[in-house]
């Protein structure tokens, strides 16, 4: 799966992209820090009653992350839908005529709706968007910050009410630079720097776009349990993957746990683990003692962060 997972920062991809001239975009440049801190100095205002959330992304969102999201959330969600690729980039979602890699395979289920008519609806409190790996990648050739911008614009024209987020993930195990010194650098180099700052730096952006830093919960955690307090079936990070990159059903049931805190600024202690996935079926759920440390760990780290909305 990961070969699929990387098709579009392929070394033919950037050649190809180079040579037509796409590999530069005429974009701002990052929004000044004070800037940027400003735009979050107040914490989120959560709208009343029950939310409705929109995904846009690829495989590290997938069917099931959302679904546990949506069990977790109990009567505070009234619904989600989604729409998601293959190693998807967020120019690929908003372009009409750029094709989503794996958009039928990913997309027959009962939950998809298409990206652009979603946004521009009006119909979700909240927004979640993420960007596919390699995120240099996606920031050189795809221009991450621009089209950030342009889903952010079109949820608040429609609806001024929808809170936007941006997911941040993480790159592969065996990523040569090391998996745990590339979360610590990338959140402020790529995530914020190059993606949310960009895209904020544009004309009229006048309010934040909120930050689920899942790759920052899940360093936290791995330190955590590598560090000796480890918890029966959490060992290694290993154990929160399927593959090199793709989540294991603990991995999403921390992401998950990731999400619930930020859209509802609620510490995630004590709820349920034993959950299903999109198609019914039961979860592998982590033993009570690693839920409760993922649990402890991701208020912890979102309760930290400005960034997600949260004071």
């Not at 990731?258 to 759920?285: E, K």
């Amino acid at each position: 799966m990961f070969d699929r997972f990387k098709l579009q920062s392929s070394a033919l991809v950037m050649l190809v992209l180079a040579g037509l001239g796409l590999s530069r975009c005429d974009r701002p440049a990052p929004l000044d820090q004070a800037a940027y801190d400003a735009l979050y100095a107040d914490p989120a205002v959560i709208s009343q009653g029950p939310q409705r959330l929109y995904f846009v992304g690829h495989s590290l969102v997938g069917r099931d992350m959302p679904a546990m999201v949506a069990q977790l959330s109990g009567a505070d969600v009234s619904g989600y839908e989604s729409q998601l690729g293959w190693g998807a980039t967020l120019k690929s979602h908003w372009e009409p005529d750029e094709p989503v890699n794996g958009f039928e395979a990913e997309n027959a289920h009962p939950r998809y709706r298409d990206a652009r008519d979603a946004v521009a609806s009006g119909d979700y409190d909240v927004v979640i968007l993420t960007e596919m790996v390699e995120i240099r990648d996606a920031i050189k050739y795809f221009n991450s910050g621009d089209y950030l911008h342009r889903f952010a614009r079109a949820a608040w024209e429609a609806n001024p009410a929808t809170r936007v987020y941006l997911y941040e993930t993480w790159h592969p195990l065996n990523d040569p630079e090391g998996w745990l010194e590339r979360v610590d650098q990338d959140l402020s180099r790529y995530w914020e720097r190059e993606i949310l700052r960009r895209a904020l730096a544009y004309e009229g952006m006048t309010r934040p776009i909120y930050l689920i830093p899942a790759g920052q919960v899940m360093a936290r955690l791995v330190r955590e349990f590598e560090g000796g307090r480890a918890a029966p079936g959490l060992q290694s990070r290993a154990d929160l993957f399927g593959d090199d990159i793709h989540l294991s059903d603990q991995g999403l049931y921390l992401v998950a746990l990731v999400h619930y805190a930020v859209i509802h600024q609620r510490s995630p202690v004590g709820l349920p683990y034993a959950l299903d996935r999109a198609d019914g079926t039961p979860v592998d759920a982590p033993s009570p003692e690693a839920a409760a440390l993922m649990q402890e760990i991701v208020w912890q780290v979102v309760s930290a962060v400005p960034k997600t909305g949260l004071r």
